[in-house]
Structure formats: C-alpha cells, structure tokens
C-alpha cells in the first residue's frame, strides 16, 4: 500500500506510535460527589456530637436508651421551635432547625444553609409538584429555575469544601480549621 498525501503518512505514524505506547491504566475510581458530600457530612456531624460526649447510631449497632437518644437527636438536628421553612403548592409545609450538629454540617459545607435548606426542599419536590398540580416536570422545572440554579451553585460549594475536608480534616475534629 503506497500513501500519497502527507496527512496519511501522519495518520499511519499516529496509529502505530498510539499502538507502540504502554496500555493506558485505569484512572482511580473517584467516589460520586453524593457520596463525597454525605462523608463530609457524616464527619462532621460525628465531630460535633464528639465534642459532646455523644456518638450518631449506626445501623448494626445497639440502639442507646430513649434517654441518650433523646440527647442524641436534639444534638442532632436542634430543639425548640423549627427557624427555618417552606411551604410547598402540595400543601406540605418541611421545617428545619438551625441548631443542631447537622445544621453546623450544612453552613460548613454549603455556606448558606437558610439558602440550602429553601432550594434543596424545593428541588426534591419538585416531582411531587408537577403531580399535585397536573404539569408536567419539564413547566415546574421551569417555574423554579432560580432555586435550581441556586442548589447547583450551593451544592458545587459543598463539594469543593467536602473534598477540602476530607483531604485535609481538622485535627481536632472542629468543623473549622
């Protein structure tokens, strides 16, 4: 086979120095940035309840006595009345606290929890509001572009700050360095 062009001589040179070359490795798996988040989350909240004297239930572990978990779960998510909430076209109301080891997690991780808490309740219904109010996903999607916009910009913030946390974790557990 005679090549005639320049350019084929140059495409023959790239397959065969691409088929001399060493196999490519697999890159490591990277975790998913969910998972990244949650394991942030996790550590944090876990340090926030250690500085306490208290440690989250895990699953496959004895529950604690209702006592210790009452203490438990208002070091966990915060007591007395809900500060922060929104009310859904389902007729749903979701409330939240903003004491609480999870609520620190969250300002550490997405900087702005009211700010979170209002588009992360927002976008995680809006299936249920496309069903209540007989439109389809795509027109609802569409009414609420600026909360969407606002959980991808908070939740991009969150995953830089997780990733931060977790290559590089305070040494005392403080959720800042």
Known sequence: MRLRTRAGLLLVAG?????????????V???????????????LTDACLARQGLTAP??????APDSGQRRVNAALFGTGPAELSV??????VVRAHTD??????QRRLY???RR????SVIVNNLGPEAAHTHRSLAEV????????????RLRAHALTEATALLDNPPPTGDPRP
Do not use: M, N
């Not at 895990?58 to 529950?63: L, M, N």
């Not at 009310?87 to 749903?92: A, C, E, F, I």
């Not at 609480?100 to 997690?105: I, M, N, P, V």
């Open 29 to 43: 798996p990277r975790p998913a940035p969910d998972e990244v988040v949650k394991a942030a989350t996790q550590g």
């Open 141 to 152: 999607r569409a009414r609420h572009r600026a909360e969407i916009a606002d959980w991808r």
């Open 100 to 105: 609480g080891c999870l609520a620190a997690a």
């Open 116 to 119: 979170w808490f209002r588009a």
């Open 87 to 92: 009310d859904l076209p389902t007729g749903y």
């Open 111 to 113: 900087g702005d929890q």
């Open 15 to 27: 397959w065969l120095l691409a088929g001399c070359s060493a196999p490519a490795q697999d890159p």
């Open 58 to 63: 895990r699953p496959g572990r004895s529950p």
